[in-house]
């Protein structure tokens, strides 16, 4: 399988999106926590950084050519958003 740009922003968004909706879930019933500018930019920070070490694992260790060279494609890419 060949991994497009669009398959890469629709997985970032859904990993992205994952813990802002578990945390409104927890919180119903109660007035949600506001989420200002600098808490959206850690909080993508830290996926971001996720993603560069990963990636850099896969191309690493990955067992054949093709998660070697989507790891290093997913490090790459992160890096030039950092």
Known sequence: MQFTRTHIALAASALFALPL????QQQQGKSAAKLDDPTI?????????WDIQTGTL????????EVR??????A???NMVR
Not at 58 to 65: P, R
Not at 69 to 74: A, E, P, S, Y
């Open 76 to 78: 790459r890419d992160h």
């Open 41 to 49: 930019v850690a909080i993508f920070d830290v996926a971001n950084t």
């Open 21 to 24: 909706v578990a945390g409104a």
């Open 69 to 74: 060279d989507f790891g290093h494609m997913i």
């Open 58 to 65: 896969a191309e690493k260790k990955g067992s054949t050519k």
